[in-house]
């Protein structure tokens, strides 16, 4: 049986890790360096950064300092912000990158996913998708952190995601995000139980059972959690082995 995975989330501005609720009330969450360091140390699976400004102040994600993070890890790294061409990942890529997360971009232009997946393998395309229910009970896609509504369902672009060569969803609830009352159960289970891919469950994680929640109910192949980490209510050594009593399969 396959590993589950732990993935603490970097989200950047201004050189900084941040973290807000619901998108919104950014505050300072410490060194991204630092932080990067740390959870690796701590037996953290992979490590996601995440340049969230970047697509909306129309610029490139940090190249620089995706180079010092991955001098400073030895897990698997996954960047995004502002990525939308072949040269903005091999770019990356040789900065320390393993992964790259494609979110704008990709949906105003769903052929850039295919053209990534062809040139650098589809395990190294991971599609971002910020997704809200609405009032209708429907789950829509979201552009440029979370500040444009679609009127695309999250399942039917996960899906098309998928058909274009993306080798996995990282799919975060914004209704869900920093409130810590636990991970959008529902539409997580809908993409993991219907996609040939790994999803990585993001926003609302609080508590210790609440990762057991996402892995068990909603089947997520990871779960990625931000402020829980960076303020140190939850150590992953202790989730890890929390987990691992609750009989999910944990690497050590």
Same mark, same amino acid.
């Given at each position: ?26 505050? #300072?969450?410490? #060194? ?18 995440? *340049? ?35 040269? #903005? ?40 998708? *910020?997704?809200?229910?609405?009032? *209708? ?18 399942? *039917? ?5 998928? #058909? ?22 529902? $539409? ?5 139980? =219907? ?6 469950? =993001? ?24 402020? $829980? ?6 150590? $992953? ?6 987990? =691992? ?8």
């Amino acid at each position: 049986m396959l590993t589950k995975r732990i993935i603490p989330c970097l989200d950047i501005k201004d050189g900084r890790t941040v973290k807000g609720i619901n998108f919104e009330n950014i505050r #300072d969450a410490g #060194d991204p360096i630092e932080l990067g360091a740390l959870y690796a140390a701590q037996g953290a699976d992979e490590l996601v950064f995440l *340049d969230i400004t970047a697509t909306n102040e129309r610029r490139k994600t940090l190249s620089e300092l995706v180079n010092n993070i991955s001098h400073h890890i030895n897990i698997p790294f996954t960047v995004g912000g502002g990525i939308s061409s072949v040269e #903005d990942v091999r770019v990356l890529l040789q900065n320390g990158a393993d992964k790259i997360s494609v979110n704008t971009s990709a949906f105003n232009n769903p052929a850039l996913l295919n053209q990534l997946a062809l040139e650098f393998g589809s395990q190294c395309i991971v599609l971002a998708i *910020d997704t809200k229910m609405e009032p *209708d009970g429907n789950w829509y896609v979201y552009l440029n952190g979370g500040r444009i509504k679609t009127n695309v369902l999250c399942n *039917d672009w996960a899906r098309q995601g998928v #058909d274009l060569g993306v080798g996995e969803i990282l799919l975060t609830s914004m209704n869900n995000d920093g409130t810590k009352k636990g991970f959008a159960l529902d $539409i997580t289970r809908q993409l993991a139980t =219907s996609l040939p891919v790994p999803v990585i469950a =993001s926003g609302g994680a609080g508590t210790m059972d609440h990762f057991v929640d996402v892995f068990e109910d909603a089947r997520a192949d990871a779960a990625l959690a931000a402020s $829980i980490f960076h303020y140190k209510e939850i150590e $992953i050594p202790v989730l890890k082995q929390y987990l =691992s009593k609750k009989g999910i399969f944990m690497r050590f």
